[in-house]
């Protein structure tokens, strides 16, 4: 296992990410709530050009999808912090084997080992 240095580092990366992430999120969602409002404000009655329509739907839809994926993230980053917390950090949840420390460091939240996440 992992010395509690080189733990505690990842921890530490751990939790710039998530406060990164976040933050990240945050900033999403105030940009949607924005783009909402604006919709409403600017163009109450007005029949809209569909394919301006179906831009903005997609800029609309993309945003979530990224919205989804950092939230997925997020789980990740906790459950690797919890996993910090109960000492079990660092093995593969699918093969029980060392994740290797190079894989922590560049993707600290990994729970899986490379040959388990193909
Ligand atoms: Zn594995």
Request: hydrophobic letters at 30%; charged letters at 45%; a negative charge.
């Amino acid at each position: 296992m992992t010395d509690s240095k080189t733990l505690e580092e990842l921890k530490q990366k751990l939790l710039d990410e998530k406060k990164r992430i976040e933050e990240n999120i945050a900033r999403t969602e105030a940009s949607r709530k924005r783009m909402d409002r604006e919709y409403e404000t600017a163009f109450p009655e007005i029949e809209r050009d569909q394919e301006e329509n179906a831009d903005e739907m997609e800029i609309y839809e993309s945003n979530l999808a990224v919205d989804e994926s950092m939230k997925a993230e997020l789980e990740k980053i906790d459950e690797a912090l919890l996993r910090i917390e109960k000492g079990t950090y660092g093995a593969c949840s699918n093969c029980r084997k060392e994740i290797p420390l190079e894989r922590l460091q560049a993707y600290p939240q990994a729970d899986t080992c490379l040959d388990c996440e193909k």
